[in-house]
């Protein structure tokens, strides 16, 4: 069997619900165009504030390891 | 347009029902006494764990980037 | 009153769900077996992707300390 | 000589210009309402993008510590 | 119960006597105009040497976590 | 709305006059295949030495967030 | 002669006198379980405040490498 | 002379053998799609244990520099 | 199925040979009393010089993570 | 040809004109003691205040690689 | 007036004492050899536990700032 | 027994071979010119690439302390 390799990808997903809806939108999207996506890894939790101070949106750094195909 | 200056401030929010709300507390409590608030970053993840080893609160420690006005 | 010593023990609690629900059960996990749990720190947060690109379950690493009985 | 105390303020300072200028007003803008600024640490270099890939402004967040008054 | 809110202040105590006294002298300047300190935490053990390289002062950078009233 | 998604991509810039004109050209080469870069974080500021001691070049390395197109 | 193995286990000592103290505590209450430690390493310094703003106990996490016998 | 321009690839390369090859492995693979890769530096050595505690494969995360053609 | 959840122990591998196997060695000395061991990461290479400037030893601290059995 | 070896040196470099001229000047007197000085890389960004709050020098603390002579 | 350069060594002072007076002995013992000593900086705590779990000495290194002469 | 004190020198060792020969390359050119020399710390592992994309060289930067004589 032949040593895989993985490569990892930066996505920020962001969400006005919460930090794991971010990281699952952040997961959907890279989906879209990488295949055999196998695990992340959170790096950084940030978010933007709106008008009377209300949590606009969460914004979750995540890398995201995936294998190449041989 | 004058350069606009950011202040930042650490503040600790708590909750028994989660990290989100945890920060969502956080940035409440700013608000009362803070205008402009624009941005947040999680720097730190705790808790306190009650009787029963049950989590009594979650402690999220959040850097809060306001404006400062001119 | 003598002084008191802790022990900090790492646990990766899994769900699911969410990064909450991953403290949660890391939590419960550590207190079948450890007794005066005190408090965790969240040390890391990751995931594992299944087949469609769906989160199969969180893996949040928790530091747990733990009070020392006289 | 009674032992001196200093507190730290963080500050974000902008400038279109460039890293050195952005520093320079989060100094500045900490000097209106701040006496006896001491010293100055960069903790982080970021910025932002406008249209065409220019940048627009330059964003330096520096720990400002300043002697507090006896 | 409402949830609580702590804030975080960075202070730098000295004294040509030690760390443990650096930070003792940074939590009394700070208990003079904050109230409800709760807990510190160790950022950075830094000092200056004078002449013929005696200690002068060690410098402690201490995080001061205290409760924000209701 | 839809949620936004970025993607981050590391670039390092290299520049004989500084670090400043290192990031722009940093942003200007991603620009050329890259479109909506929306912010840079500067990671690592490293350079070359040539003959004489001289700088040869400062190499910035910048992370580069750009929005992802729905 | 075989290689030798150690472990590692953390422990928080505390004590109200200072630093020093502290972690002579946490070596010391670890040495009643477990045989044969050889170093330790600091991790973090903390400390919890009382009434008056006095400092109540320091808080030092110490790692504790111990030999394994065979 | 055009200013050069590197971009940063992060790769995990496997292998049951050790370091060394893990991080030849990651370079191979990089090499069939990637030109002018120039460095790698090393980010993370992590691994997986099979049955009986052997090692089944090193896994290691390398950043992985290469020139951008003109 | 219910949550699986791992805890971390952290052990100091050593071997005149190198790091590779310093690395197995740590595995499988906690494989002697530990089951289920699943993964490992590298979190410090040090290593002791004996006379003549020979290495003696290479040291590895591994974090070992292991499935707790329900 | 034999391995190459190369030292590290650290360096701070001031001036009051910023960043880039406080690195340049860090070089220029490293090089005036050291041949074959080959690489630099920033650690820490700093300055000190003067009076009116104006910025009397950077400080630039630099790691200066350079080849050790066969 | 001339830019100030400084140079920076990395020492490793002990005592059975304290933390402190291991920090004066690396001074102390750096001054015998380097002149114009300006501060030092705390890097790492660690120590070495003797027969009976009884601390032998601590062990802090210290980065230590000196200006170099023109 | 006087208290001993050590220093710490920074090497980056190279080698075409791997990690563990970079390392024992680093603490041979040191032991040309050092006495002493009593243990390393791996601080970093970079390598740069050759034409056809083979590894040229490994190269460890290892911190090497060793004891000050009296």
Do not use: C
Request: glycine residues 8%; hydrophobic residues 40%; proline residues 1%.
């Amino acid at each position: 069997m032949a040593d895989q390799t993985y490569a990892i990808t930066h996505i920020v997903g962001t969400s006005p619900d919460g930090i794991d809806q971010a990281i699952r939108n952040a997961v959907n999207k890279a989906g879209e165009t990488l295949r055999n996506l196998d695990w992340f890894e959170v790096e950084e939790i940030r978010g933007f504030l709106a008008h009377e101070n209300a949590i606009e949106h969460f914004q979750v750094t995540v890398k995201l390891g995936f294998r190449v195909d041989d």
